[in-house]
């Protein structure tokens, strides 16, 4: 499952603070690599985030964003973007990354070591925060709520893209490996929270059965990948996605 967990701790003020692993992108940083080339092939989910939040300049912060793979394309038009990331190994490929950015373009693009729920960004400073596939997956996700509702300025919004679970085949690969993952429950619990929900439906497309078979690997336990891969006979998956907005209000609420 993508998985790029934010739910630990990093080092602060001197101490030693545990962050909780990802079980993909920290280990296999390269097939994961990979993997993002293939996501979204059809530009389903860049489509849709567009349609909640133009980001066009704004400022943005990426919540959990792992090697930097999404900050280039942020970067493009917003004002600034600010990669957050936990895990030390991932932050440097991310400032890498925007190393090879335009100058004008790295400028605005930065990369900071932190949890989501101890956001390094002031209050009120960002119009988007943006999380996919990462920290928040529902219940127990509250502090990271919390600290994105501090940084957000009224009006802006709080964007979670998170994988379907309901969605076959790959919705079903997902609650093989975690039979204990309620989607209902999920769906309950941000509902509560006060976001709206859409489903998006795209593909991942991967260059040769090689490299779907090795992110397959990654994803998923051994007995789950064995079967993913017999029921992908082809370059293509489709798979869905759960797009989660909510706005931070611009008065008071009454």
Same mark, same amino acid.
């Given at each position: 499952m993508i998985r790029r967990s934010v739910t630990g701790r990093v080092r602060e003020a001197g101490d030693m603070e545990r962050v909780r692993p990802s079980p993909n992108i920290w280990h296999w940083p390269e097939i994961?690599?990979?993997?993002?080339?293939?996501?979204?092939s059809t530009?389903?989910?860049?489509?849709?985030?567009?349609?909640?939040?133009?980001?066009?300049?704004? +400022?943005v912060v990426d919540v959990g964003c792992g090697d930097g793979f999404h900050l280039p394309l942020f970067a493009v038009t917003a004002r600034t973007?600010?990669?957050?990331?936990?895990?030390?190994?991932? /932050?440097?490929?991310?400032?890498?990354?925007?190393?090879?950015?335009?100058?004008?373009?790295?400028? /605005?693009?930065?990369?900071?070591?932190?949890?989501?729920?101890?956001?390094?960004?002031? +209050? /009120?400073?960002? +119009?988007?925060?943006?999380?996919?596939?990462?920290?928040?997956?529902?219940?127990?996700?509250?502090?990271?709520?919390?600290? /994105?509702?501090?940084?957000l300025r009224p009006g802006g919004t709080l964007a979670i893209i998170?994988?379907?679970?309901?969605?076959?085949?790959?919705?079903?690969w997902m609650r093989a490996d975690m039979p204990h993952y309620d989607p209902d429950t999920v769906e309950t619990f941000f509902e509560r929270h006060?976001?709206?929900?859409?489903?998006v439906d795209t593909l991942w497309r991967f260059h040769d059965r090689a490299s779907l078979e090795a992110v397959l690997g990654i994803e998923f336990s051994?007995?789950?990948?064995?079967?993913?891969?017999?029921?992908?006979?082809?370059?293509?998956?489709?798979?869905?996605?759960?797009?989660?907005?909510?706005?931070?209000?611009?008065g008071l609420l009454l």
């Open positions: 994961y690599e990979i993997e993002n080339r293939a996501q979204d530009g389903a989910l860049w489509r849709a985030l567009r349609e909640h939040c133009d980001w066009a300049g704004l +400022d973007v600010v990669g957050v990331e936990p895990h030390p190994p991932l /932050a440097r490929r991310a400032r890498r990354r925007i190393e090879s950015l335009p100058r004008y373009e790295k400028a /605005a693009a930065e990369v900071r070591v932190a949890p989501a729920q101890r956001l390094p960004l002031a +209050d /009120a400073s960002v +119009d988007l925060v943006h999380a996919r596939t990462a920290y928040f997956f529902g219940p127990g996700c509250e502090p990271g709520l919390a600290e /994105a509702e501090r940084v998170d994988l379907d679970a309901t969605c076959p085949p790959y919705g079903g006060g976001f709206h929900s859409t489903s051994a007995e789950v990948a064995r079967r993913a891969v017999a029921e992908s006979p082809g370059l293509t998956l489709p798979v869905g996605y759960r797009l989660r907005v909510r706005t931070r209000p611009t």
